[in-house]
């Protein structure tokens, strides 16, 4: 039997902020047109993951859909779920986890397009662990300290089914949060055992030495989805023109990025310091318009077993 979690704080402040929400922004009641353009907001964290909205709005096909698109940076779930829900932003990027786990605490969200996949192995995420250290499999993480960005999230959730599944037992496991810029320096002042960090991060740690025990995204399941694009429920089946047109817009984009990587590493020098020699030396997502349903359910499931979630989520709900 896996070893149940506490509901953590995240989820909490997410329903502090939805009891004050105002609805989602009023985006007009025409049916988005090029004549006509509706103007909405869209919350991204600004990181190589939401390339193809940046890039599918330099191409202009939002605004072949009829839409004025600010692209808003946030600094992920805990501030996009409930932007969302307050009606600051009409879209917003976030990973597969954090939307269950809102749906599981009684807010209404729905998932409109896909975002990013696992790109295999090597992955642009994966856990690290020092040069020198006695830890050479992920069954070893067992009993260790491991740092992710946020507890009870996708992170800890696929390490954990890794973990078990490679004869650990990931309930000894000590989850400790850490940003992604500071991992490198955790696991090398051997402040944690090992550490969960995503590109570009990830690229200078085993560049000065560290190692990869897993890249628990493609090792969960080789076809992971890991975020897509969500809205309420209220917008989603309210306005069905104004979800239709994003989703419209951000599938062609996903598209376009999916084969074009040279693209998207130009336009992730736009919104980020990243520069082109670092992007060339990282593994990009997998960019997809359809959802691995599959993957998806095996997630949610895992969520659920770990604790992070009180029931398995409704995909159907979840999902369009």
Partial sequence: MKKPLMVGLAAASILALAACSTGPADTGGEPPSSSNPTAITVGVIPIVDTAPIWLGVEKGFFSDEGLDVTVQPTTGGAASVPGVVAGSYDFAFGNYVSGMLAN???LALKYVTNGNSTAGSPDFGAVIVPG????TSPADLAGKTVSVNNLQNIGDT???TVVDDDGGDSSTIKFVEVAFPDAEAAVANKQVDAAWILAPFLNSAVANGARVI???FSDFDPGLD???YFTTLETYTGKPELTKAFQTAMNKSLEYADSHPDEVKQIVTTYTKMTL???DAMVLPKFSAEFNREAMVKLGAAAFDY???KAEPNLGELLP
Avoid: F, K, P
């Avoid at 020198?132 to 830890?135: G, K, L």
């Fill in 104 to 106: 599981d605490q009684g």
């Fill in 132 to 135: 020198d250290s006695d830890i």
């Fill in 158 to 160: 696929t390490i954990r």
């Fill in 214 to 216: 897993t890249y628990n």
């Fill in 226 to 228: 890991i975020a897509g």
């Fill in 277 to 279: 020699d670092q992007l």
């Fill in 307 to 309: 604790g992070t979630l």
